[in-house]
């Protein structure tokens, strides 16, 4: 059998980042967070961090997934890196629907 290859965690990274939209949108995220959350979970909390993947050479972005729920971008966070270790680089492309130039 041939060789599989590297794993898309060596060629891709995923971490959480703050939400697109310059500090003051970031705070203000934050702040809907925090009362939302005083509001006994009744509102939806604002969307503060996205899941991203970025290449590990040129750290230019790959995919961003919002989190929209709270409690799930590190649940999110993790099930993506767990799938960038167990498949190859275009495997992870294809599954998550990403075009490639």
């Not at 971490?15 to 939806?44: K, M, T």
């Not at 970025?54 to 993506?80: N, Y």
């Amino acid at each position: 059998m041939g060789d599989p290859g590297p794993a898309a965690s060596e060629v891709y990274v995923a971490d959480l980042e703050p939400r697109p939209g310059g500090r003051v949108r970031h705070w203000a995220r934050v702040a809907g967070a925090f009362v939302a959350e005083l509001a006994w979970g009744l509102l939806p909390g604002p969307t503060v961090h996205d899941v991203v993947v970025r290449r590990r050479d040129d750290r230019s972005e790959v995919l961003r997934v919002p989190a929209d729920e709270p409690g799930v971008p590190v649940r999110m966070l993790q099930a993506v890196r767990d799938e960038l270790g167990s498949v190859g680089p275009e495997e992870f492309l294809a599954r998550w629907s990403v075009r490639t130039p």
